[in-house]
């Protein structure tokens, strides 16, 4: 389920951005030394669209991916007020 962007007050000046592969130690795969940094990750929906990240010490592969759109894509937009 989609959940809503919720507001964060404990604002970070400076962070690593992080991936984690279930509850393995993280990987930095990006930083900022600001508090107006980001990270952005944009997928297209496209069937080669998407993006794999790999544990470099345990081979395990975390995928970020379009696909066709399902019954629970579905529920999920139905669930999301209209913009």
Do not use: W, Y
Request: charged share 25%.
């Amino acid at each position: 389920m989609a959940k809503a962007k919720k507001e964060n007050k404990d604002q970070l000046i400076g962070c690593d951005f992080c991936i984690q592969f279930d509850m393995d130690v993280p990987h930095v795969v990006a930083a900022t030394d600001s508090a107006e940094g980001f990270m952005e990750i944009k997928i297209t929906p496209t069937m080669d669209g998407g993006v794999m990240f790999q544990c470099p010490t345990t081979g395990k592969k975390l995928r970020i991916f379009p696909r066709p759109l399902s019954d629970a894509g579905k529920a999920i937009l139905s669930e999301t007020p209209n913009k």
